[in-house]
């Protein structure tokens, strides 16, 4: 058994919400640098180079990469030889949280309640997922999510005839209708399988892949490709202004599911596809 006390895990949070809007990782760096070498459209290709000036001014002079700096979503791995110590793991991950975004100078955009809309000022409480996995460490991967792409994001409940075409509607059909509402170039997350909860779920932990990744499932990687192929034929392009880099990525996870459904989700993602993992 291995001690973890929660004063570390609040620290690494406070530092990784701060990290993560800060600066995108490397991957989706160059994936958005080999966008702008490949795009033919001059307007794209212009705006493709203002967002990697934009990426450049906010790593260096310490400035979020967007102003929209996200409500915290935690996916969060715990070794089943792990016991956290000194307090309540959920709270200790609020509390970095809110110092993070508070320290940080980052945007508050959360409301304690869905109606009255009274903002909590300090960025918390945080959505949290919860896995128990084998081992003695702690990961916990963060993704700041912005609602301009997150109102565009979709579930359908598919019967099961509507099969793999029936899915790749779907994907389609929310990309077409995000247009430039969710700040293409987009990455797309896509659930399929499990219920009506874990369909998302899946969907929104996509997004923490790095773009060019694939699914170990071949058939998937397949149909990631060609999703990603036909959507940047669309010819939204770079904030929605035309040019064939519509989307960077679409990353999709498979659970199983019900004889009678075929859940599909997909969570759209502005091309700052904020995401950032710490391990303890």
Known sequence: MRDIDVKDITQAVKNICISANL????EMQSCIREAKNTEKNPLAKQ?????????????????????????????????????????NLTQAVNEGVRQGYTEGYLRKSVVGDPLIRENTK??????????IVSGDSLKITITPKGFGSENMSVLKMLKPADGIEGVK??????????????CPPFVIGVGIGGDFELAPKLAKKALTREP???????????LEKELLDTINKMGIGPAGLGGSTTALAVNIETYATH?????????????????????L
């Open 169 to 182: 509607q779907v994907v389609l059909d929310a990309a077409s209708n995000a247009g430039p509402n969710a």
């Open 259 to 279: 004889i009678a459904g075929l859940p599909v989700a997909v969570n759209m993602c502005c091309h700052v596809d904020r995401h950032r993992t710490v391990i």
């Open 23 to 26: 600066e995108l990782s490397d």
């Open 212 to 222: 060019g990744s694939h699914n170990e499932i071949a058939y998937i990687a397949e």
């Open 122 to 131: 300090d960025n918390t409480p945080a959505i949290i997922h919860y896995d």
């Open 47 to 87: 705006i493709l180079d203002q967002l990697q000036e934009n990426m450049e001014i906010a790593k260096t002079d310490k400035i979020p990469i967007c102003q929209d700096t996200g409500m915290a979503v935690f996916f969060i791995e715990i070794g089943q030889e792990v016991h956290i110590t000194g307090g």
